[in-house]
Protein backbone atom coordinates (compact mmCIF):
# COMPACT_ATOMS: atom_id res chain seq x y z
CA UNK A 1 0.00 0.00 0.00
CA UNK A 2 1.50 3.19 -1.08
CA UNK A 3 2.02 5.84 1.98
CA UNK A 4 -0.84 8.47 1.37
CA UNK A 5 -3.00 5.04 0.89
CA UNK A 6 -2.03 3.60 4.01
CA UNK A 7 -2.29 6.96 5.91
CA UNK A 8 -5.86 7.64 4.30
CA UNK A 9 -6.87 4.31 5.80
CA UNK A 10 -5.53 4.99 8.90
CA UNK A 11 -7.37 8.21 9.37
CA UNK A 12 -10.48 6.70 7.78
CA UNK A 13 -10.46 3.57 10.76
CA UNK A 14 -9.64 6.47 13.21
CA UNK A 15 -12.96 8.11 12.59
CA UNK A 16 -14.71 5.29 12.58
CA UNK A 17 -13.32 4.98 16.18
CA UNK A 18 -15.09 7.67 17.63
CA UNK A 19 -12.99 10.90 16.23
CA UNK A 20 -9.53 9.43 17.03
CA UNK A 21 -7.06 12.21 15.74
CA UNK A 22 -3.01 13.12 15.48
CA UNK A 23 -3.57 16.56 14.60
CA UNK A 24 -0.74 18.21 12.89
CA UNK A 25 -2.14 21.99 12.49
CA UNK A 26 1.39 23.79 10.81
CA UNK A 27 1.37 22.20 6.95
CA UNK A 28 5.16 23.34 6.72
CA UNK A 29 7.24 24.97 9.07
CA UNK A 30 11.11 27.14 7.51
CA UNK A 31 14.52 26.81 9.02
CA UNK A 32 17.57 28.05 8.63
CA UNK A 33 20.63 26.04 7.68
CA UNK A 34 22.41 25.11 11.26
CA UNK A 35 19.76 26.31 13.65
CA UNK A 36 16.65 24.32 14.65
CA UNK A 37 13.19 23.64 14.12
CA UNK A 38 10.09 22.29 15.97
CA UNK A 39 7.15 20.09 14.81
CA UNK A 40 3.95 19.68 16.72
CA UNK A 41 1.30 17.10 16.91
CA UNK A 42 -1.96 17.10 19.07
CA UNK A 43 -3.11 13.60 19.74
CA UNK A 44 -6.73 12.88 20.92
CA UNK A 45 -6.71 10.21 23.37
CA UNK A 46 -8.11 10.01 26.95
CA UNK A 47 -5.16 7.98 27.92
CA UNK A 48 -2.11 10.62 26.34
CA UNK A 49 0.37 10.05 29.20
CA UNK A 50 0.77 6.01 28.29
CA UNK A 51 0.90 6.30 24.63
CA UNK A 52 3.74 5.94 22.68
CA UNK A 53 3.66 8.49 19.83
CA UNK A 54 6.01 8.07 17.11
CA UNK A 55 7.40 9.83 14.55
CA UNK A 56 8.29 9.58 11.33
CA UNK A 57 10.14 10.92 8.03
CA UNK A 58 9.16 10.64 4.55
CA UNK A 59 11.23 11.99 1.57
CA UNK A 60 9.99 11.88 -1.98
CA UNK A 61 10.16 8.37 -4.56
CA UNK A 62 10.97 6.95 -0.45
CA UNK A 63 9.66 4.86 1.80
CA UNK A 64 8.53 6.25 5.45
CA UNK A 65 11.82 6.26 7.70
CA UNK A 66 10.34 6.02 11.34
CA UNK A 67 13.44 7.94 13.61
CA UNK A 68 12.37 7.81 17.05
CA UNK A 69 9.30 7.76 19.82
CA UNK A 70 8.60 9.08 23.02
CA UNK A 71 6.75 7.62 26.12
CA UNK A 72 7.50 10.05 29.64
CA UNK A 73 10.91 11.28 29.05
CA UNK A 74 12.75 13.12 26.31
CA UNK A 75 14.19 11.18 23.43
CA UNK A 76 16.88 12.08 21.89
CA UNK A 77 18.73 10.58 18.87
CA UNK A 78 22.06 10.96 17.08
CA UNK A 79 20.61 10.54 13.44
CA UNK A 80 22.87 11.16 10.32
CA UNK A 81 26.42 11.28 12.18
CA UNK A 82 25.08 14.07 14.38
CA UNK A 83 24.55 13.72 18.30
CA UNK A 84 21.45 14.22 19.55
CA UNK A 85 20.24 15.23 16.21
CA UNK A 86 16.29 15.05 16.78
CA UNK A 87 14.61 14.91 20.28
CA UNK A 88 10.56 13.96 21.12
CA UNK A 89 8.75 15.20 23.70
CA UNK A 90 5.22 14.78 25.40
CA UNK A 91 3.40 17.53 27.16
CA UNK A 92 0.83 15.72 28.74
CA UNK A 93 -1.25 19.23 29.89
CA UNK A 94 -1.57 20.01 26.20
CA UNK A 95 -1.82 16.33 24.77
CA UNK A 96 1.05 17.76 22.49
CA UNK A 97 4.38 16.16 21.20
CA UNK A 98 7.27 17.98 19.52
CA UNK A 99 9.71 16.90 17.55
CA UNK A 100 12.82 19.12 17.77
CA UNK A 101 15.21 18.89 15.05
CA UNK A 102 18.59 20.68 15.09
CA UNK A 103 21.78 21.79 13.17
CA UNK A 104 19.17 22.08 10.02
CA UNK A 105 20.61 20.72 6.53
CA UNK A 106 19.23 20.38 3.50
CA UNK A 107 18.98 16.40 3.49
CA UNK A 108 16.46 17.31 6.70
CA UNK A 109 14.18 18.32 4.02
CA UNK A 110 10.86 16.05 4.26
CA UNK A 111 7.58 15.56 5.51
CA UNK A 112 7.52 14.15 8.87
CA UNK A 113 4.61 12.43 10.58
CA UNK A 114 3.77 11.42 14.25
CA UNK A 115 1.74 8.24 14.57
CA UNK A 116 0.14 6.31 17.78
CA UNK A 117 -1.45 3.18 18.21
CA UNK A 118 -5.10 2.70 19.04
CA UNK A 119 -5.38 -1.03 19.36
CA UNK A 120 -4.28 -2.55 16.12
CA UNK A 121 -4.47 0.84 14.02
CA UNK A 122 -1.77 3.04 13.78
CA UNK A 123 -3.32 6.93 13.29
CA UNK A 124 -1.21 9.24 11.39
CA UNK A 125 -1.17 13.15 11.37
CA UNK A 126 -1.32 14.59 8.02
CA UNK A 127 2.15 15.78 7.99
CA UNK A 128 4.39 18.82 8.31
CA UNK A 129 6.69 19.38 5.44
CA UNK A 130 9.73 20.56 6.41
CA UNK A 131 11.77 23.55 4.64
CA UNK A 132 15.73 24.54 4.69
CA UNK A 133 16.80 28.09 3.77
CA UNK A 134 20.40 29.55 3.64
CA UNK A 135 21.55 31.74 6.00
CA UNK A 136 21.74 34.70 3.69
CA UNK A 137 18.20 34.01 2.94
CA UNK A 138 15.77 36.76 4.49
CA UNK A 139 12.47 35.83 5.89
CA UNK A 140 11.69 39.27 7.96
CA UNK A 141 9.67 40.02 5.18
CA UNK A 142 5.89 39.82 4.72
CA UNK A 143 5.87 36.00 3.02
CA UNK A 144 2.03 35.52 3.32
CA UNK A 145 -0.01 34.91 -0.06
CA UNK A 146 -1.05 38.27 -1.25
CA UNK A 147 -4.95 37.61 -2.84
CA UNK A 148 -6.49 39.21 -5.33
CA UNK A 149 -9.99 38.36 -6.49
CA UNK A 150 -12.01 37.65 -10.03
CA UNK A 151 -15.51 37.96 -9.88
CA UNK A 152 -17.35 35.51 -12.36
CA UNK A 153 -18.81 37.97 -15.55
CA UNK A 154 -22.07 39.08 -16.44
CA UNK A 155 -22.01 37.23 -19.91
CA UNK A 156 -21.22 33.75 -18.07
CA UNK A 157 -23.91 34.50 -15.38
CA UNK A 158 -26.23 35.24 -18.03
CA UNK A 159 -25.20 32.25 -20.95
CA UNK A 160 -24.47 29.96 -18.82
CA UNK A 161 -26.41 30.76 -15.66
CA UNK A 162 -23.57 29.96 -13.56
CA UNK A 163 -20.17 31.79 -12.61
CA UNK A 164 -16.78 31.57 -11.48
CA UNK A 165 -15.01 33.00 -8.77
CA UNK A 166 -11.18 33.26 -9.06
CA UNK A 167 -8.99 33.48 -6.23
CA UNK A 168 -5.34 34.38 -7.09
CA UNK A 169 -2.43 34.50 -4.33
CA UNK A 170 0.94 35.41 -5.10
CA UNK A 171 4.23 36.31 -3.46
CA UNK A 172 4.16 33.57 -0.63
CA UNK A 173 6.49 31.60 0.92
CA UNK A 174 7.49 28.59 1.07
CA UNK A 175 5.56 27.05 -1.72
CA UNK A 176 3.44 24.69 0.80
CA UNK A 177 0.11 25.94 0.73
CA UNK A 178 -3.64 24.96 0.94
CA UNK A 179 -6.78 26.50 -0.26
CA UNK A 180 -10.31 25.30 -0.12
CA UNK A 181 -13.46 27.05 -0.47
CA UNK A 182 -16.94 27.15 1.97
CA UNK A 183 -20.08 28.97 1.99
CA UNK A 184 -19.97 31.60 4.15
CA UNK A 185 -21.18 30.28 8.09
CA UNK A 186 -20.97 27.15 6.25
CA UNK A 187 -18.92 23.54 6.74
CA UNK A 188 -18.76 21.58 4.04
CA UNK A 189 -16.04 21.90 1.73
CA UNK A 190 -16.99 22.64 -2.05
CA UNK A 191 -15.27 21.25 -4.45
CA UNK A 192 -12.97 23.06 -6.37
CA UNK A 193 -10.48 23.30 -8.69
CA UNK A 194 -6.55 24.04 -8.05
CA UNK A 195 -3.98 25.46 -10.26
CA UNK A 196 -0.52 24.95 -9.95
CA UNK A 197 1.74 26.27 -8.17
CA UNK A 198 4.22 28.58 -10.06
CA UNK A 199 7.51 30.11 -9.43
CA UNK A 200 8.18 33.84 -9.58
CA UNK A 201 11.28 34.77 -8.57
CA UNK A 202 11.88 33.93 -5.40
CA UNK A 203 8.11 33.76 -4.05
CA UNK A 204 5.52 31.43 -5.65
CA UNK A 205 1.85 31.77 -6.68
CA UNK A 206 -0.84 30.07 -7.22
CA UNK A 207 -4.73 30.30 -8.06
CA UNK A 208 -8.18 28.35 -7.52
CA UNK A 209 -11.24 28.54 -8.74
CA UNK A 210 -14.77 27.78 -8.01
CA UNK A 211 -17.73 27.68 -10.36
CA UNK A 212 -21.43 27.88 -8.93
CA UNK A 213 -25.03 27.15 -10.25
CA UNK A 214 -27.96 29.13 -10.79
CA UNK A 215 -29.43 27.15 -7.65
CA UNK A 216 -26.36 28.15 -5.22
CA UNK A 217 -25.97 32.06 -6.78
CA UNK A 218 -27.24 34.00 -4.02
CA UNK A 219 -24.91 32.37 -1.77
CA UNK A 220 -21.47 34.16 -0.33
CA UNK A 221 -18.55 32.22 -0.88
CA UNK A 222 -15.40 32.46 1.38
CA UNK A 223 -11.74 30.96 -0.07
CA UNK A 224 -9.75 29.58 2.95
CA UNK A 225 -6.12 29.80 2.33
CA UNK A 226 -3.62 28.28 4.67
CA UNK A 227 -0.08 29.06 4.85
CA UNK A 228 2.93 29.18 7.11
CA UNK A 229 3.21 32.81 7.11
CA UNK A 230 -0.72 34.08 7.52
CA UNK A 231 -0.52 36.63 9.89
CA UNK A 232 -0.85 35.61 13.48
CA UNK A 233 -1.11 31.95 11.92
CA UNK A 234 -4.84 32.59 11.81
CA UNK A 235 -6.07 31.02 7.83
CA UNK A 236 -7.13 33.91 5.45
CA UNK A 237 -11.02 33.94 4.76
CA UNK A 238 -11.32 35.89 1.62
CA UNK A 239 -14.96 36.85 1.13
CA UNK A 240 -17.44 36.65 -2.03
CA UNK A 241 -20.04 37.91 -2.46
CA UNK A 242 -23.68 35.98 -3.59
CA UNK A 243 -23.88 36.61 -7.96
CA UNK A 244 -27.01 38.91 -7.05
CA UNK A 245 -24.78 41.13 -5.51
CA UNK A 246 -21.97 40.84 -7.92
CA UNK A 247 -24.23 42.21 -10.16
CA UNK A 248 -24.95 45.07 -8.30
CA UNK A 249 -21.08 45.43 -8.74
CA UNK A 250 -20.54 45.91 -4.69
CA UNK A 251 -16.88 45.96 -3.55
CA UNK A 252 -14.74 43.08 -2.12
CA UNK A 253 -13.16 42.93 0.61
CA UNK A 254 -10.67 40.25 2.19
CA UNK A 255 -11.19 39.58 5.58
CA UNK A 256 -8.88 38.41 7.96
CA UNK A 257 -10.67 36.61 11.70
CA UNK A 258 -9.68 38.37 14.93
CA UNK A 259 -7.80 41.36 12.69
CA UNK A 260 -9.04 44.97 13.00
CA UNK A 261 -8.36 45.38 9.59
CA UNK A 262 -9.98 45.27 5.87
CA UNK A 263 -8.27 44.95 2.87
CA UNK A 264 -9.90 45.68 -0.18
CA UNK A 265 -8.57 44.57 -4.00
CA UNK A 266 -9.66 44.87 -7.29
CA UNK A 267 -12.50 42.85 -8.67
CA UNK A 268 -12.36 42.16 -12.21
CA UNK A 269 -16.49 42.19 -13.51
CA UNK A 270 -16.43 42.33 -16.90
CA UNK A 271 -20.48 43.96 -18.64
CA UNK A 272 -21.57 42.67 -21.42
CA UNK A 273 -21.14 45.50 -23.38
CA UNK A 274 -17.15 45.00 -22.49
CA UNK A 275 -17.14 40.95 -23.19
CA UNK A 276 -18.56 42.05 -26.78
CA UNK A 277 -16.10 44.82 -27.35
CA UNK A 278 -13.52 42.72 -26.91
CA UNK A 279 -14.99 40.07 -29.16
CA UNK A 280 -15.01 41.98 -31.52
CA UNK A 281 -11.64 43.93 -31.19
CA UNK A 282 -10.36 39.85 -31.48
CA UNK A 283 -12.87 38.97 -34.38
CA UNK A 284 -11.36 42.38 -36.25
CA UNK A 285 -7.61 41.31 -36.02
CA UNK A 286 -8.46 37.74 -37.02
CA UNK A 287 -9.75 39.38 -40.18
CA UNK A 288 -7.38 41.41 -40.72
CA UNK A 289 -4.73 39.17 -40.27
CA UNK A 290 -6.14 37.25 -42.76
CA UNK A 291 -6.85 39.85 -45.62
CA UNK A 292 -3.09 40.11 -44.95
CA UNK A 293 -2.01 37.33 -45.83
CA UNK A 294 -4.19 37.24 -48.74
CA UNK A 295 -2.79 40.63 -50.26
CA UNK A 296 0.57 38.75 -49.72
CA UNK A 297 -0.34 35.65 -51.76
CA UNK A 298 -2.01 37.95 -54.49
CA UNK A 299 1.18 39.81 -54.92
CA UNK A 300 3.01 36.51 -54.47
CA UNK A 301 0.92 35.14 -57.61
CA UNK A 302 1.63 38.28 -59.47
CA UNK A 303 5.18 38.53 -59.43
CA UNK A 304 5.74 34.93 -59.92
CA UNK A 305 3.85 35.26 -63.20
CA UNK A 306 5.78 38.35 -64.48
CA UNK A 307 9.05 36.91 -63.85
CA UNK A 308 7.81 33.47 -65.25
CA UNK A 309 6.37 35.53 -68.67
CA UNK A 310 9.04 37.99 -68.39
CA UNK A 311 11.67 34.54 -68.72
CA UNK A 312 9.53 32.78 -71.72
CA UNK A 313 10.00 35.71 -73.86
CA UNK A 314 13.80 36.50 -73.48
CA UNK A 315 14.30 32.61 -74.04
CA UNK A 316 11.72 33.07 -77.56
CA UNK A 317 13.68 36.17 -78.72
CA UNK A 318 17.36 34.14 -78.06
CA UNK A 319 15.81 31.38 -80.09
CA UNK A 320 14.84 33.02 -83.07
Known amino acids: ?48 SNKYIHWYRHKPNQGMEHLVYVVTAPAPKNLGGKKNKIEAR ?39 KLIVTLPDRSLDG ?3 PKPTIFLPSIDEINLHEAGTHLCLLEKFFPDVIKVYWKEKNGNRVLESQQGNIIKTNDTYMKFSWLTVTKKSMDNELVCIVKHENNKRGIDQEILFPSIENNKRGIDQEILFPSINKEVTTHACVKKGSDSLQLQLTNTCACYTYLLLLLKSLVYFVIISFCVCRRTAVCGHGKSS
Open 90 to 128: KDVRTSTSTLNIRFLEKEDEATYYCAWWRGWIKIFGRGT
Open 1 to 48: MALPEAILFSSLWAFGLGQLKSEQHEISVTGVRDKSVVISCKVSSQDF
Open 142 to 144: DMS
